[in-house]
């Protein structure tokens, strides 16, 4: 390991621990949007209302050092509004540009806006870039769209169809917190808290955008076996052939946990990857690249419980 890359991750390393200062019990979503990161990919995030996860972004982006912008999305969000506009200023047109324009967008409750904005939204992810009025405008680098979506109303909402879905490179569960950990976010605000003054709360930049860098040329640099290899294909095709799925994960799937392992590994101190570390991220990874059977969730059978079933099923190199 190189010292840029040992300092690297050290740094990226200390931002879990800052974004603690702010968000309590999260620590597995933070390493996953983390993990993203260094992955060049994009995060949806669901949870009920009122778990952090606006919050758990921001603090992200200030432990980080990175510019971050919020977008609610409304049924009546225009693409124009998220990606910009050309707008006609002293006899000319000029582009004035959208939110999407940052490195870190909060795309609050992505359902609910329609699929003409989303896919403005996803277009933009996949190509890096936006093109208006025929010329392609780049977006910052790092750029990441961490997108929250509720899982329990679906009143007025327009669920991302499943090769929408398929561009997001992780979906964290964002958990309600355990007693323990409610009682410390309520002592935190009797204390005097206040969600939208992360300063006040201690929350500050502990790494920058060149660390993101140098970990993710780390990464890139992280040594799979092909024993290794030909586990994370057999795992996801075994995602195409259990009976509970109707729609098994695609090849970018499997490329997903690729990604995903190795800088779970990089992030654990290893130069190579582990079967753990595959196994850490199969469900965040392939949760919402399948599709069960109607039968099989009015049984009450869950995406998770069968994908758990795949990797019990599936047996790991030793």
């Not at 324009?101 to 890096?128: C, G, V, Y």
């Not at 399948?290 to 790991?316: H, K, N, Y």
Request: glycine letters at 8%; hydrophobic letters at 45%; aromatic letters at 6%.
């Amino acid at each position: 390991m190189t010292p840029e890359s040992h300092e690297a991750r050290l740094a990226l390393g200390r931002l879990r621990a800052e974004v603690g200062k702010a968000v309590v019990g999260q620590d597995p979503v933070v390493a996953g949007v983390l993990v993203a990161l260094l992955c060049g990919g994009h995060v949806l995030l669901e949870g009920v209302p009122g778990v952090a996860k606006t919050l758990l972004v921001r603090a992200v982006s200030a432990a980080l050092d990175l510019e971050t912008r919020r977008v609610q999305f409304t049924p009546d969000l225009m693409p124009g509004d998220v990606t910009g506009s050309m707008i006609y200023d002293a006899g000319a047109f000029d582009f004035r540009p959208g939110p999407v324009f940052t490195n870190l967008l909060l795309a609050d409750e992505i359902n609910r806006t329609p699929p003409k904005t989303q896919s403005a939204l996803l277009e933009a992810m996949e190509e890096r870039q936006v093109s208006i009025d025929g010329h392609p405008r780049p977006l910052p680098q790092p750029f990441l769209v961490a997108a929250t979506q509720n899982p329990i109303e679906y009143e007025g909402t327009y669920p991302l169809p499943e090769a929408q879905l398929d561009r997001f490179l992780l979906k964290l569960s964002v958990p309600l917190p355990a007693r323990a950990e409610e009682l410390d976010v309520l002592r935190a605000h009797h204390r005097g808290f206040d969600p939208g003054d992360l300063k006040a709360a201690g929350v500050g930049p502990v790494a920058t955008a060149a660390d993101l860098a140098a970990g993710r040329a780390a990464v890139r640099q992280v040594q799979v076996a092909d024993e290794v290899l030909s586990y994370i294909v057999d795992l996801v095709a075994a995602t195409r052939v259990t009976p509970a799925f109707e729609l098994g994960a695609s090849p970018r799937g499997t490329i997903a946990l690729l990604s995903v392992s190795k800088a779970y590994a990089w992030l654990s101190g290893r130069e190579y990857v582990i079967p753990d570390d595959v196994k850490a991220y199969v469900v965040p990874t392939l949760r919402h690249r399948v599709r069960l059977r109607a039968d099989a969730a009015l049984d009450g059978v869950t995406v998770e419980s069968v994908l758990a079933a795949v990797l019990a099923a599936v047996p790991a190199p030793r």
